[in-house]
């Protein structure tokens, strides 16, 4: 069972960028597809970015051409660049397999985009 750690939230202004990092328990993890999810107050967690094995990316409409996520298998990461940063995207981003089954969900990151 693979266990996540992400970081890298915070608060930032609309128009600013954000990296967000997640490490995984268990080198097993690059067997499978990763993405990164949020959730909004009141929302219910949506996918924002998914990346699989062989690197093929997909990502919500909401955030296309502003994120990009990518993964580093030697060093059991994913990422997530968040540039153009809206306040829509306040939420807690979470990092988990980008297929079910889901691992157990960490924490999380807050990330709050505000003036």
Same mark, same amino acid.
């Given at each position: ?10 608060? /930032? ?15 097993? =993890?690059? =067997? =499978? ?12 967690? #949506? ?10 990316t ?8 502003? =994120?990009? &996520? ?7 990461? /994913? ?8 306040p #829509? ?9 980008g &297929?079910?089954p889901?691992?157990?969900w ?6 709050? /985009?505000?003036?």
């Amino acid at each position: 069972q693979v266990q996540f750690v992400e970081s890298g939230g915070g608060l /930032v202004q609309p128009g600013g960028s954000l990296k967000l990092s997640c490490a995984a328990s268990a080198s097993i =993890f690059s =067997f =499978f597809a990763m993405g990164w999810y949020r959730q909004a107050p009141g929302k219910q967690r #949506e996918s924002v970015a998914t990346i699989t094995t062989a690197g093929t990316t997909n990502y919500a409409d909401s955030v296309k051409g502003r =994120f990009t &996520i990518s993964r580093d298998n030697a060093k059991n990461m /994913v990422y997530l660049q968040m540039n153009s940063l809206k306040p #829509e995207d306040t939420a807690v981003y979470y990092c988990n397999r980008g &297929i079910r089954p889901y691992d157990y969900w960490g924490q999380g990151t807050q990330v709050t /985009v505000s003036s």
